[in-house]
């Protein structure tokens, strides 16, 4: 035999040998020692002990079994049989795991029959097989090892851990299969069930008369069941009857409604052409009588070829069309009758205007010194440079038209570019086939490249594209149109207030292979961020269009609503312009929600002014004003410092840096401050603070005013109607009582009182008396 020390040469470091009691085994034992002497020496240190007692004396007793005079209490048969049961358990498990898997590769390479019976006969041995299979992993996972914890119990216990992870995953696996397969044997009797509908009706006439055919063949081989028979072939032929006169009557009753629909179809065509026709004629050359014969020519040319279809008599269609006619039929006929009788007035009177020129006399041509054309003049054809401003209801009329198309138009064009971003960029950002060209920084960040576009894609497509089109026919509800859907506009702001994390995201990869590929398979001229920008340019766009409108709209129907519409959107346009700003704020520590709605931002030169503690040396000197940008919100007034990260063009962004912010509930105004027009005051705490503004513009100051006479009035009606302004204004309330002074022309100010029937509030009739907030109530400016 090999010595132990060859055996384990990293693990022997030292050998103890207990030498035995008798003589003759001790005699034995020194025999042996003395031929392997060598080894001992050259290999491993040993110590030759002679009784228990020296043992104890390197070896603790509790590492000791009872025979060598310790108290470890061991028993090595039992521990053998543990760890053969540990390796059988462990021998399982990987039989377990192999059964799955091959279970698993069956149910994916299975092909699967062309039958539901034998589909779900299949489906009926799997589920049999994985109950098998479950009740095997119940039994191993129940199963428990000796409640004395001997031998390698950290190995079991990882064992039973590993089963339990793969039962889990089993019956995963399992609950996805054993849907997708129900799913398979549903869409597999759908697509049954829908070739059998999809026969046409006469080739299921056609079989219906060859089962017919059969019956008679049955009987005339003198059948037994005879009389059976020729029952069921004269219902069936019955039934083939009806239904044959059923389709010719629906046939011809199909026809007659396409005659009418194409009838309609190609009168409302003739429509369109005429309107094109009248509002592209240069009016200005028209003056002439030769250009005013030249487009009368072009008009009754047109007429004689539209004749047909834009003189028809409705009462006609009525008669002719009458066994098809429905309600909708009905409105549909007399929309196309209201559109040919405005398209005829219109040819009418446009034939009219150009008859009486035709027919003026030629004037000779005066030679006159040219005039450079006025900036404000007008290019469009509604004026004429000899009528000056007049223009004519029918031109208005057509550019009302061409301004609504326009606006249709355009709104298609929108939502096919939104659809081809979403599918050529965004979806491609989930094919696996082009995970190759993405940067793996950039994956699943569509969220933040894209925003919120897939709800603006949703709304234009399926609701405002298809209200926007229902007024050809009533354009008097493009307003109404608008006015109806505000609310959903204000995804608008979702999307404007993420533009910058987008174009921080694409400024970093827009050179990436996976943008060049989308553009090149979407042949688009223009990169993604041009497509990105399109809401913001829509948004902006409808504001135009809508001006536009308005021009040409007068006292039309409906006017009051494009107006109101027109304020809604530039509103609108206000408030996602405001919310991008508020983004840029940086070292606010608190949440900006919390102070109400943002209002109003601008940029404004500050002085700063304190009545008594402790005053900076700076503010001493301060000649030159500050430049903050303001944030006003509905219960606070935030100052910040404009700066511009360090880049050159679009990389140029700005942010504005916190400073501090005041209370609404504790600040007053004075309009008018000395010096400039453009200034006014804003004090705090009772006029311990006062900071003059100064506007960049007038209309400026008159926007801040009018917002921060609002609230300070809508804190006083809170106050003076007893109603919960602690919630309103702010926490910190407390019960003690002032007197509001008001002056016309002036600022309001604040005179605290120790209490409301004080003598100088009775002396003073035009004060109001309220509990005042910790910072000394605001004043407001009444006038």
């Not at 020296?54 to 028993?75: A, R, V, W």
């Not at 834009?310 to 209201?338: H, N, S, W």
């Not at 965004?426 to 920084?441: C, F, I, Q, T």
Request: aromatic share 10%.
């Amino acid at each position: 035999q090999t010595f132990p020390s060859a055996s384990f040469p990293g693990n022997l470091h030292l050998v103890m040998v207990l030498r035995p009691t008798g003589f003759i085994q001790r005699t034995f034992t020194d025999i042996g020692f003395r031929f392997s002497q060598d080894d001992f020496i050259l290999r491993l240190p040993v110590v030759m002990l002679s009784s228990v007692s020296e043992l104890l004396s390197y070896i603790d007793e509790k590492q000791l079994t009872p025979e060598f005079g310790g108290t470890l209490e061991y028993c090595h048969s039992e521990w053998v049989i543990f760890r053969t049961a540990i390796e059988n358990f462990a021998l399982t498990v990987k039989d377990i795991a192999q059964i799955l898997q091959s279970f698993g590769t069956e149910l994916a390479e299975t092909e699967l029959p062309d039958d539901s019976f034998s589909i779900e006969q299949l489906l009926t041995i799997r589920t049999q097989k994985y109950f098998q299979l479950k009740v095997r992993l119940v039994e191993w996972n129940s199963k428990e090892c000796s409640k004395e914890k001997c031998g390698d119990w950290e190995t079991v216990k990882r064992l039973l851990a590993q089963l339990h992870e793969m039962e889990v995953a089993f019956d995963d696996f399992w609950d996805k299969h054993q849907l997708k397969m129900d799913q398979y044997v549903q869409l597999w009797k759908f697509e049954r069930f829908w070739l059998l509908l999809s026969i046409p009706l006469q080739e299921l006439i056609g079989k219906a008369q060859l089962v017919i055919l059969h019956g008679h063949q049955l009987a005339a081989s003198h059948h037994y069941a005879v009389e059976l028979i020729c029952q069921r072939c004269n219902e069936l032929r019955h039934q083939t009857d009806v239904l044959s006169e059923e389709l010719k009557a629906k046939d011809k009753k199909l026809t007659k409604t396409l005659e009418l629909q194409n009838r309609l179809r190609q009168a409302l065509l003739c429509c369109d052409e005429g309107a094109y026709l009248l509002a592209n004629q240069p009016m200005d050359k028209c003056q002439a009588k030769e250009g005013a014969q030249r487009a009368l020519y072009e008009i009754e040319k047109f007429l004689d070829v539209t004749l047909p279809n834009l003189k028809y008599d409705p009462r006609v269609l009525q008669r002719e069309f009458e066994v098809i006619l429905t309600p909708e039929l009905k409105a549909q006929i007399q929309a196309v009758q209201t559109k040919l009788e405005n398209i005829r007035s219109m040819f009418q009177n446009r034939q009219s205007c150009f008859r009486k020129l035709a027919d003026k006399q030629s004037r000779p041509v005066q030679l006159v010194t040219p005039r450079p054309e006025q900036a404000g003049r007008s290019k469009s054809p509604l004026f004429s440079p000899r009528h000056g401003k007049a223009a004519h209801p029918l031109l208005i009329a057509i550019s009302r038209y061409h301004v609504i198309n326009e606006l249709i138009e355009t709104e298609r064009v929108y939502v096919d570019e939104l659809f081809s971003v979403l599918m050529g960029y965004r979806a491609e950002m989930d094919n696996p086939s082009m995970l190759v060209y993405m940067p793996p920084a950039l994956r699943g960040r569509k969220d933040i490249l894209f925003g919120n576009m897939p709800e603006i894609y949703e709304f234009h497509n399926t609701i405002f594209l298809q209200s926007l089109e229902s007024c050809i026919r009533t354009p008097q509800r493009v307003g109404y149109c608008f006015l109806e859907r505000r609310n959903n506009f204000q995804i608008y702001e979702t999307y404007c207030q993420n533009k910058p994390r987008s174009e921080l995201l694409w400024r970093q990869y827009s050179e990436s292979a996976f943008f060049v590929e989308c553009q090149k398979k979407l042949e688009h001229k223009l990169g993604l961020d041009s497509y990105l920008l399109k809401p913001v340019q829509r948004l902006t766009k409808y504001q135009l269009l809508l001006k536009e409108l308005l021009k040409y709209s007068g006292n039309c129907e409906g006017v009051q609503q494009l107006q109101e519409a027109l304020i809604a959107m530039l509103d609108l346009l206000k408030s996602v312009n405001d919310s991008m700003h508020q983004t840029a704020i940086i070292g606010y520590e608190g949440n900006l929600s919390d102070l109400g709605k943002i209002l109003m931002q601008g940029s404004f030169s500050v002085w700063i002014s304190h009545r008594k503690g402790s005053t900076k040396m700076k503010d001493f000197a301060r000649f030159k004003p500050m430049q903050r940008h303001l944030f006003l919100y509905e219960k606070a007034l935030v100052f910040c410092k404009r700066r511009d990260e360090h880049g050159d063009g679009h990389d140029k962004t700005p942010f504005y840096s916190f400073k501090h912010y005041l209370k609404m509930s504790a600040i007053g105004i004075t309009e008018n401050v000395k010096g400039d027009s453009r200034k006014f005051e804003i004090w705090y705490s009772g006029r311990e603070e006062v900071y003059i503004m100064q506007a960049q513009t007038m209309e400026s100051k008159a926007a801040w005013l009018n917002e921060i006479r609002k609230i300070l009035f809508k804190q006083q009606e809170l106050m003076k109607g007893n109603v919960d302004a602690q919630n309103w204004l702010g926490a910190g309330w407390r019960s003690e009582w002032g007197c509001l002074f008001t002056h016309p022309g002036a600022s309001a100010f604040f005179l605290p009182l120790t209490d409301p029937r004080d003598s100088l509030l009775a002396a003073h009739p035009e004060a109001i008396g309220y509990p005042k907030s910790p910072d000394c109530l605001a004043g407001l400016d009444l006038n």
